[in-house]
Every structure is written in structure tokens, then in C-alpha cells.
């Protein structure tokens, strides 16, 4: 499999500025346990269960409740979001290509769209892909331009994306559970019905049609049996962790223009830190003037699926956040007063496992062919690029049924999942696994069945963005032989 620095032609694209290497893995004991097996309690019965309620899930679940399905929305945390909102991530991504056209719409327009002014700040529509260069270079020290193109890409409150989130999920007519950890499927003949949730309450199951398992790390899937992929590029970003933070009362206008007008000195003031602190990160904009995002420095070498790397993360981001609170106190202007506000309630992983799915988005696929079972169009990772068809299938397992998998662990290479794994991705693939689920719960097929042309009608008329080309080759995405074709050779 390609790495991102071949898809660059030797060059990455978001490298992976440190690797800590230092990883100290607990010594396994050998030692095991039995569990004793026990009745559950069946919680609820529904159509389509989501489990997990980050971007991908929370669009997946207002789909699948708009479509009619009885749905249940599974969240382990106490607020809707997940990396968007308890990660921090508060810069979603470019939903305009290159040209400036807004190809990711439907459930990205609608949710952005109800935060008022105030909670979102980026460029006026008449901007996106504008190359002027003083316009680009001014909204690129606010993560709307790169290459020289302004871009879509909004910093919007965590807190109000809450709010948006569960009142569009309560509006669907789909139900919400906080608080529970969604832990092991329900299997019955070899299919995803439902599953086993850790609780307060104790263990408890929940019996599904058809179960959408947006964990973002593949939970569920796994634990089904599903084939991933979980390898990684070391000096790409794509796999590196951190917990991310906000620090309140600075004056980041201030700091802008410091780092536009002073870069040399910019850059000592980073090498200092650099050498103080051996991983150090450069402050964001937020949506606000005041609050400064940091969403890095970014570790390497660690496992998003290990208990005590994920730890270890913790311990160290937490250091971090002082550490740097002190240096860009002291030295950068425009952070004197600066506190710190909040580290990120949720770890940021960016990758942990991915699907291998009955179609995948390759490297190979950056042409411009529109697939057959497209459910939505990427803007591609560079300007030399054209979009990126994002097939269905790339959300159907191999051979398990009973389950669709939208989110940062959809099927997908690495390089193609530098950019697939962005929120406005997630919600694109969200929102066709739910209203997916919801077809197949309603029509009691397999979610592989699903017919396309229904599904793509279904998220047209919810405003999704789809190709006018015609599609490469003639056949729908169908049957599990035709799938299980089109990853040969990954
Ligand atoms: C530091 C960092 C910086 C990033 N920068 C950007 C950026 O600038 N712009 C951008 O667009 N994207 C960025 N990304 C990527 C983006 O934030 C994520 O890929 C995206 O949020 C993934 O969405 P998701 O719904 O697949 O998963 P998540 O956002 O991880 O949501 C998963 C949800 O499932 C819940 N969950 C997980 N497991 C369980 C379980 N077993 N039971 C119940 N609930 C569960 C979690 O609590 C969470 O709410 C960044 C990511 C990181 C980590």
C-alpha cells in the first residue's frame, strides 16, 4: 500500500513532526481471567442502532430518523460531537474543491447552517476559491487557504455544535443514550443484530436491524470479525495522537499579525520551544478572537487501541499544555494574559483501524472516475487533484452483514485517508449510512443490497452533492462476489 509520500511524489503532505518511539508497553502477565456468562437485560428494540455519535454518527442517525427508521443513537460521552466538539476539533475542513464549489453539501450545509453568528467564523461564499494572493495569505493564518486558494473551512463553538447536534438528532425523530459504551455486537447467523452496551445500569443489550458503528476506531465491526487495515506511516500524521486544548484571554489578532509581519521572529520563537520542550505547536484561530486552538503537538508510536499508550498520551499532552501556557506567555505576543481554558474531553486519534470494505477509495482512484455507488464527492488533497468520488461500498464490510461503517474507519488507504477521515467527509458518509440502514431496515434487505439508485435519490433530495458525469461502469453495487472483486490486490 502506497504511503503518502509517494502520492506526493516523495513529499508529505502532513508529516508527522515527532515520533516518540518511547512508548513503554505494560509487560503482558499471561495470566487470564474466566467471565462468567449471564442473562442480559434487552434496553430498547429498534431499527437502525447508531453506535457512537461523532460527525459520522450523529449525520447517520438524523438520515436514518428522517427516513422513518425507529433509531437509537449510542454515545459513550455526555454530549454530541465527538472529535468536533469533545476533541476540540473546532476546524472543520474544506467542503469547497479547488475551484471554490461547495461539493460537500446535504448534511454539512444543513448543520452549519443553524450555527448563528458568533459561533462561526470563516470566509464569505464570495471568497471560497479566491487566489488573490493578499486575500489567501490573510485567510490562510486563519486555516481558510491553502495552496494559495481561500477554501471553505469554518471554525465554529464546540459547545454550540453540541447543542446543533443533539436538537437535529431529537428532530429526527431518533432517540439519544448518553452515557453508554457500546461494547460487543449482537451476532445472529453470522450478521450484526444489535449490541451489548457497558452502563451504570451494568451490562444491557439493544436489538437492531441494522447497526451503524461510528466509534471512529472500528469498535464494533472488530469485534464482529470484520477484516481492517491498521497500518501507518511513521512520519505521516494520519496515525498520530494528542489531546488537544484551548487557552482563553489572548488577543490572537495580535499574534496574526505578528507572525505575518515578524516570520523570522516567529520562527526563533518556535525553535526555542522546540529545543525547551522537544515537541512544540504552533496556536490556531478558533472561532473566536480570544481563545487560541491548539491541536497538536502530535505523538507518534502510540496505538489508539491501547489502554495504557492512550494514557500515556494523556499524561504527556496534559504536560504539554502547561508547558507551552508558560513559553507563550512569556514570549509571544498577544498571549500574556492567556489561561488555559480547556484540554479536549476526548482524545484525538486520528486513525486506529480501517474497514476493508466491499468497495475502498485507493490512491489510484484520484482520476476523476465517478463510481457507480457514489454517495458524495471530496474535494481532493491538492490542487493537482480532481475530486474524489466516494463510493458506497467503501462503508460495507467485506462479508459481515448487519453493519455499515461511516466515519474516520471507512475503507480507504492511507493516503486516501488523510482527507477522508475530516469531519465534512464524515458527515457525507454519515448520512448515506443512515439512510442506508434505514432502507434496508425498512425493506429487510442486507445493508449490501441496498439498491443505489435509491439511496442516491434519497441523499440528492436531501441536498447531498453527487456527480453529473456518468458513472465508471454500468453495474450496481450489489452482491458480495462483485464486491469482494474491487479490493483484490489491497
Ligand atoms: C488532533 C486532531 C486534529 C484534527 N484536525 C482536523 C481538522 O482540522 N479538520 C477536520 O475536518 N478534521 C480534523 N481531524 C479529523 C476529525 O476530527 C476526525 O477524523 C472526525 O471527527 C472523525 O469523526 P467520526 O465521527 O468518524 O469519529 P469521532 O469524531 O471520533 O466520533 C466518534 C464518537 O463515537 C464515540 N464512541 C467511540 N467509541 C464508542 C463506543 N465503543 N461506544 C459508544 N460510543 C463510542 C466517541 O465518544 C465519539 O463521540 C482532526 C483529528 C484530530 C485527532
Redesign the pocket.
Known sequence: MGTNSEAQGGRLFFRSETFAGDARRRPPTGETVTEAAREIPIHAQCDVLV????????AAAVAAGRRGARTLL????N??????T??L?V????MTDWSGRKVIRGFAEEFLGRLPPGAIAGPPPAAWGSRDAATAAWWQLR?AAFHGVVTH?PTCDPEVMKLAAMEMVLESGAEILFH????EPLMEEGAVRGAI?ESKQGRRAIRAACVVD????G??FARAGAAFDADIDENDIHH???T?WLFGGVNMPRYQRWRAEEPEAFGAFMQRGRERFRYFERAFASWRDDVALF??P?LSGYSAVDVDDLTAVEIQSHRLMAQHLEHYRAEAPGFRNAWMMLSAP?????HARRLRGAGSVLRSDWDGRVRADEIGVSPSLAPKFPNVSVPYGALVPERLDGLLA????LSCDSNSHSFL??????WLT?QAAGLAAAIAADRNLASRAVPIAELQAGLRKEGVHLSDAEPAGSEEFQTASSCISATEGR
Open positions: 453506535v457512537g455519535g461523532g460527525p459520522a454518527g450523529v449510542l454515545e459513550r460521552n454530549h454530541l460531537g465527538g472529535l468536533s469533545g476533541g476539533v476546524w472543520i475542513d474544506r486555516t473551512s453508554a459504551w457500546g461494547a452496551f461510528a466509534t471512529g476506531d469498535d464494533l498520530c495522537m494528542n488537544s491541536l497538536g502530535r476526548q482524545i484525538g486519534i486520528r461511516p466515519g474516520r474507519h477521515r475530516e469531519i465534512p467527509q464524515c454519515g
